[in-house]
């Protein structure tokens, strides 16, 4: 593996042609460059904290189905690409100042983090605003070109485009959630229905409550910078953000696959695949 690559495109083999599906797995990885560690306090496990482990491996099934699956190598703490490149924090960039009340940002979690999960400080001091112009040059900017030169193959090839922007969430953040709540395994963000039509929801979440998952809409995620960017279902781009307990598959302590992992990735191949048959769907009509 190349440290200049910054991401991984997984493409649909020949026998698997292109159905206007792609799937984004844009906090999985889990990869540090040097230059990160040689600032970092922390340890690398603890630097995994907010990455989305092992989503990749979750949605692997999607080239099989006619849909290529993007997949960052560098890690979230590193530079996060569910973050718009100016959510820069002065807390921690040299040079940056506060630009108006953005709550990730005053949190530590802007798309270079200052923290990662719990809270716990990534760096003494303060990063030059030349290392993060950087950052954002090698792992930020090349991901979204990618993410919008296969959104738009997609679109020329299927006559419509969907993206799912695959993640997962720590079993903390759902504790939140009223005690008469039942807690979700999924939760699907579409902005409200501004980054995807209200049939893509529909579908998705049908074919997740049909393979035994407990599926609510918005809440606690409603959708990040990915959806909002790259959505344009007026245009015939809808982009839809889905968040699983990561409770469900992973050691989180450990960070490692739990004992349920194989059984949860298989219980996400028929939504794959009615995910990507509803893309060709959907494509078939736009071109009518």
């Not at 002065?90 to 709550?103: D, F, K, M, T």
């Not at 419509?160 to 807690?183: E, G, K, Q, T």
């Given at each position: 593996m190349s440290m200049d690559e910054p991401f991984r495109i997984e493409r649909p083999g020949p026998a698997a042609p292109a159905c206007g599906a792609v799937f984004s797995s844009p906090h999985s990885g889990r990869r540090f460059p040097p230059q990160m560690l040689r600032r970092a306090r922390l340890s690398g496990l603890a630097l995994r904290r907010s990455e989305d482990a092992y989503v990749?491996?979750?949605?692997?099934?999607?080239?099989?189905?006619?849909?290529?699956?993007?997949?960052?190598?560098?890690?979230?703490?590193?530079?996060?690409?569910?973050?718009?490149?100016?959510?820069?924090?002065?807390?921690?960039?040299?040079?940056?100042?506060?630009?108006?009340?953005?709550?990730?940002?005053?949190?530590?979690?802007?798309?270079?983090?200052?923290i990662v999960a719990e809270g716990a400080p990534i760096y003494e001091g303060k990063l030059p605003l030349s290392e993060a112009a950087a950052r954002l040059r090698r792992t930020h900017a090349p991901y979204h070109r990618a993410l919008e030169g296969l959104l738009a193959e997609a679109r020329a090839q299927a006559?419509?485009?969907?993206?799912?922007?695959?993640?997962?969430?720590?079993?903390?953040?759902?504790?939140?959630?009223?005690?008469?709540?039942?807690?979700?395994?999924?939760?699907?963000?579409?902005?409200?229905?501004?980054?995807?039509?209200?049939?893509?929801?529909?579908?998705?979440?049908?074919?997740?409550?049909?393979?035994?998952?407990?599926?609510?809409?918005?809440?606690?995620?409603?959708?990040?910078y990915i959806t909002a960017r790259h959505g344009r279902p007026t245009r015939g781009v809808h982009a839809l953000q889905v968040e699983i307990d990561r409770g469900l598959y992973l050691d989180e302590r450990r960070i490692e696959p739990g004992p349920a992992f194989d059984e949860i990735r298989a219980a996400l191949r028929p939504v794959i695949e009615a995910l990507c048959a509803a893309a060709r769907a959907e494509g078939a009509l736009a071109a009518e």
């Open positions: 990749e491996r979750l949605f692997d099934h999607a080239p099989r189905c006619g849909a290529p699956l993007i997949h960052a190598l560098d890690s979230r703490a590193y530079v996060d690409l569910n973050r718009a490149p100016d959510e820069l924090d002065p807390a921690l960039i040299e040079g940056v100042r506060a630009a108006g009340a953005n709550p990730r940002v005053a949190a530590g979690l802007g798309v270079i983090p200052r006559g419509a485009a969907v993206l799912i922007d695959c993640h997962s969430m720590p079993s903390d953040a759902l504790r939140a959630l009223p005690r008469h709540v039942r807690r979700p395994d999924i939760v699907l963000g579409d902005l409200h229905g501004a980054a995807c039509g209200r049939w893509l929801t529909a579908l998705a979440e049908e074919a997740f409550r049909k393979a035994g998952f407990s599926v609510v809409r918005n809440a606690p995620f409603a959708g990040g």
